[in-house]
């Protein structure tokens, strides 16, 4: 079978199911796993050499991140790289390790690497996910590109692990030794090369005003940094992240940014299908119960044991959100899976459920990730450590704020220089704290809750205003809001046309965030004259 006719089908496949997804608003990640999945089982594909064209989606992507973190907000990261990214890497790779050695009587040192396999997560998918929503820069978000990070360094380990197991004739002192010098190496030339070196490259490519010389050169420094780790014994995307660090205090990162872009997510996309290639179909079809039971089990137990190291250091609410981020199981666990089929070290067996079960809990995360305010709000639901705790509010005809967001801030200040009573409401912690600082009226609570809305003295409410962008959440709290006080007026925000057509039924007054930025644009073209006709 021609590689073009494979490349068709794998292209055809995946319009197929991401055109219809799309209007679900079903991440194209789901999308291009179910094409590698049916693929697979339609032609013979050297999955090896798809591999390798996946990883550079990988490099791609962490270049970016690199853009978006400078060395100095790196540092302000030590704690969530160094403290939470090394329990999670002890703590779960432990128990799960323990657990396999205990289940299948395979030997304590396989065990705890294919342990240190489980506790590794997907960079791809949560950094992209987090990326689109914007969500990398909140506390948890922050937590899980901590913890990340640190687990891209964390397989170095595991790999030296294999390879002792394997020949015993390796020195683990003479190992360890050359990757910490190898580790510190890679800092000082990627440091050189980015501070100095490529700053000097790209100038000379702008200076040629050419698009596909900066281009060229902005992949070149990309690649050249990733084969710079590969050179020292590390992965390419720590290689490709440090040089993105670097890069970022340069006034070339936007423009960078934007170029690779389309990059990053063409080839993730690639990333994406060869996920889907690993699964063995009628090996899943016979034993689907058995795998079902493994996901949800290794994402439960992963899961409770990252919300147990983070709460910790953080709230419950950050705490379950980092947990609920992390619960899948990464990409790296296929290399680590494959080398321990390649040296007969695990049962194959196992090790086929142990990959569609990791293949699984990626499929969740995107849902995980999109619903993840709903579950929050699910799981908190019979908590009393704080809703309970939230006090009558003792005011009449006035207006409740419901989203203490950008949004949000900006209309308690406007409210607050015209003298009108309001109280603000947010489910997020660090969203409240930033208001008593700011001197607003802003507290803790869902109020999606009847209970907390009765205790917001709803009834006795002039207006409420919605500036929350999850339709589901702004769907449930409207719906609660005329429930309790059918007469009161309610603004709210909104983009989604099933959602308008709901709110609209139950008199909510609409504001369409592009259109008013449209009417704004266009208002302001007016005043300076650009729309009046004249050429």
Do not use: W
Request: with cysteine.
């Amino acid at each position: 079978m021609s590689a073009t006719i494979i490349l068709l089908a794998i292209l055809f496949v995946s319009l197929l199911f991401n055109i219809p997804l799309s209007k679900f608003k079903i991440p194209p990640i789901i999308g291009y796993i179910i094409t590698g999945i049916l693929v697979t089982t339609v032609f013979h594909i050297e999955k090896e050499t798809i591999d390798h064209i996946a990883e550079f989606g990988i490099i791609f992507l962490m270049f970016l991140i690199g853009v978006e973190f400078s060395p100095d907000k790196l540092k302000r990261m030590k704690k969530e790289v160094f403290v939470y990214g090394t329990l999670e890497m002890v703590v779960v790779g432990l128990v799960f390790g323990f657990l396999i050695n205990y289940l299948f009587n395979i030997s304590l040192n396989v065990s705890l690497i294919i342990g240190g396999a489980l506790a590794l997560s997907s960079t791809a998918i949560v950094l992209k996910l987090l990326n689109e929503s914007r969500e990398i820069s909140k506390p948890y978000g922050s937590n899980s590109l901590g913890i990340l990070l640190f687990q891209d360094i964390a397989v170095i380990p595991i790999l030296i692990a294999i390879s002792i197991i394997v020949n015993k004739d390796l020195s683990l002192s003479d190992m360890i030794t050359q990757t910490i010098i190898g580790f510190i190496s890679l800092i000082g030339v990627i440091f050189v090369f980015g501070k100095y070196i490529a700053p000097f490259i790209i100038s000379q490519a702008v200076k040629t005003k050419s698009d596909e010389i900066f281009l060229a050169t902005v992949l070149l420094i990309v690649l050249a940094a990733a084969e710079a780790a590969h050179f020292f014994g590390l992965s390419y995307s720590l290689g490709a992240f440090l040089a993105g660090m670097i890069i970022s205090e340069t006034p070339f990162k936007y423009q960078i940014e934007a170029d690779l872009v389309p990059f990053r997510d063409l080839l993730l996309a690639v990333f994406f299908v060869s996920v889907g290639l690993s699964v063995d179909i009628n090996f899943t079809i016979h034993h689907i119960g058995i795998i079902l039971l493994y996901a949800i089990g290794i994402m439960t137990l992963k899961a409770l044991i990252i919300f147990g190291i983070t709460k910790i250091f953080t709230t419950k609410r950050i705490a379950i959100k980092t947990a609920l981020t992390l619960s899948q199981v990464g990409e790296f666990a296929f290399v680590i899976f494959a080398l321990l089929a390649k040296y007969n070290l695990a049962d194959e067996n196992l090790l086929q459920i142990l990959i569609v079960s990791v293949v699984i809990s990626m499929i969740a995360t995107p849902f995980i990730l999109k619903y993840l305010y709903n579950i929050l709000a699910f799981l908190e639901k019979n908590s009393n450590d704080e809703i309970p705790t939230l006090e009558p509010v003792n005011v009449e005809g006035h207006i409740i704020v419901v989203g203490y967001d950008k949004i949000g801030k900006n209309i308690c200040t406007k409210l607050t220089h015209k003298g009108i009573q309001y109280i603000a409401i947010d489910k997020q912690i660090e969203h409240v704290n930033n208001g008593i600082k700011h001197g607003d009226n802003v507290i803790f609570g869902n109020a999606s809750d009847k209970n907390v809305l009765e205790a917001l003295n709803i009834n006795n409410a002039k207006s409420v205003i919605i500036t929350t962008l999850n339709e589901i959440y702004t769907h449930l709290i409207t719906e609660n809001i005329l429930a309790l006080n059918p007469d009161v007026k309610i603004i709210a925000i909104s983009d989604d046309e099933i959602e308008k057509e709901f709110l609209k039924e139950n008199k909510v007054i609409i504001v369409d965030k592009n259109r008013e930025i449209a009417r704004k644009i266009m208002n302001l073209l007016g005043k300076i004259g650009v729309t009046n006709g004249s050429h």
